[in-house]
Structures are given as structure tokens and as C-alpha cells.
């Protein structure tokens, strides 16, 4: 019977582990909160359209169309009002982010937005 050296098996064990574990981190990725502005929302595709602030290290501030889980109910925001949410990106017929927990901001909070963004929504 061949035998195999324990080292050699410690090392695909953690091998196996670190490649499950990266496909788990593709699945969803963990929640980042962002501020944003609500743009509107399309009730048949459950999507959301905002205008958010960076993402430090994951994303520009931009305007974006966002998936909503299911369960998530359908936002009661109108058009302008800030918001806060939180972003996941989720491995769901390819690589598709996910806006959850919609939460009003007061009407006083600064945030940083692209001006084109803005304006292409009239909100400049
Ligand atoms: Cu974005």
C-alpha cells in the first residue's frame, strides 16, 4: 500500500479549504453600506435605479441599477429622497449586486455624487 507523507495531505487540505472558501467569497460577497439618492424602482424586475456615493476599495459613485432579494419589500421612496442601503454582490445568473435594508437618510445629509449622474436625473 502506498503511503503518503502527512505534510503532502496537510497541503491539499488547505488547499481544498482556500479554493472553497474563495468560491464561497463569489457567491455573495459581504454587505457594504452605502449613501445614495433613490431614482426609481421597477416593480416587474424588482430593481432598484440609484445614485450612490464610492464604495471605498469596491466601487466608484455612480448611477446604478441594483437587484432587490426576494422578500426585500418594495421601496417607499420617491424620487430624490437619500437613502442608505446595504450592497452585496451575489453570484446569481453571473455576478449581479443587491441593494438591501432601504433606509431613509435625513434630508440634510451631504453626500458626494457625480454631477452627471445628477443632472441626467434631473436632480441638479
Ligand atoms: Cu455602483
Not at 42 to 59: G, L, R, S
Not at 76 to 93: C, E, N, P, W
Amino acid at each position: 500500500m502506498k503511503s503518503y507523507s502527512l505534510p503532502l495531505v496537510v497541503t491539499l487540505a488547505l488547499l481544498v479549504w482556500s479554493v472553497a472558501g474563495l468560491a464561497q467569497d463569489v457567491e455573495r460577497s459581504e454587505v457594504y453600506p452605502v449613501n445614495g439618492i433613490f431614482v426609481s424602482y421597477d416593480e416587474a424586475d424588482h430593481e432598484i435605479v440609484v445614485i450612490h456615493e464610492e464604495v471605498p476599495q469596491v466601487m466608484r459613485a455612480m448611477r446604478m441599477m441594483l437587484r432587490l432579494p426576494e422578500g426585500e419589500p418594495a421601496p417607499q421612496f420617491t424620487h430624490g429622497d437619500k437613502i442608505r442601503f446595504g450592497m452585496q454582490r451575489r453570484a446569481v445568473q453571473g455576478h449581479q449586486w443587491f441593494a438591501m435594508d432601504l433606509e431613509p437618510l435625513p434630508e440634510e445629509t451631504a453626500l458626494v455624487l457625480p454631477e452627471k449622474a445628477l443632472e441626467r436625473e434631473g436632480l441638479k
